[in-house]
């Protein structure tokens, strides 16, 4: 079975500074990796993903994802953080094909002016 | 091209009734998957529907159930509702589940 852990529920930044989110997933299979994001009251917002094409992935709003096999991570990044990126992220495994996407427990970033 | 769109976006039911929600997915998605968010249990996977078939199921009690139709429209009914599944449920549709699913917005149920 596939799954994902994200290292800490709670994280924060000063703006400016960098942003990191941890992420490891389990699976028996290449996997499909996926970053989401939530802003209060609306649903997930896909932010980057990873379908082997690449191991460095870029995604929206400035957000960028390594996959790193040999460490089973796909840590989500961005160079500097805004106001506007205080939002909970998460983490989403999927073998592909027919199989569901499984979603780690979030991490809400706090972005501290 | 227009998101998924799911309604009611709140509702707010006594203890026992039943309840039915909707989703429209983006279209050409055939794949529709529901979620339920609460703080507690984060999002859990309810299930999946695609070209009408349920492919997925979670982990829920019987009272919890959802069909799809031709349109790739889906619905799901929660019967005999607890206090206890007041909570965000999700819709996201998929033509390709490696290319990640599309959200809508929720319907955030409240049962009194």
């Known amino acids: 079975a596939q799954s994902v852990t994200q290292l800490g529920s709670h994280v924060s930044v000063s703006e400016g500074a960098l942003v990191l989110l941890r992420c490891n997933y389990s699976?028996?299979?290449?996997?499909?990796l996926f970053w989401y994001v939530q802003y209060p009251n609306q649903g997930l917002q896909l932010l980057l993903k990873y379908t082997s094409a690449a191991t460095l992935v870029k995604g929206i709003n400035g957000f960028e994802a390594e996959f790193k096999k040999s460490e089973t991570s796909f840590h989500l990044t961005k160079p500097s953080a805004h106001m506007s990126d205080a939002a909970e992220y998460f983490c989403a495994v999927s073998r592909g094909g027919y199989q569901k996407v499984t979603f780690g427990t979030g991490t809400k970033l706090q972005v501290i002016p | 091209k227009a998101g998924v769109t799911q309604t009611p976006r709140y509702l707010i039911k006594t203890r026992g009734q039943q309840v039915t929600l909707s989703c429209s997915p983006i279209s050409g998605h055939r794949s529709v998957s529901w979620y339920q968010q609460t703080p507690g249990q984060g999002l859990q996977f309810l299930f999946e529907y695609f070209s009408e078939t349920q492919r997925n199921k979670g982990n829920f009690p019987g009272r919890f159930s959802g069909r799809q139709f031709s349109n790739s429209r889906s619905e799901m009914n929660v019967s005999t509702l607890e206090l206890g599944d007041s909570a965000l449920y999700l819709c996201a549709s998929s033509g390709d589940r490696t290319y990640g699913y599309t959200f809508g917005s929720g319907t955030r149920l409240t049962v009194v």
């Open positions: 699976s028996s299979v290449p996997p499909y």
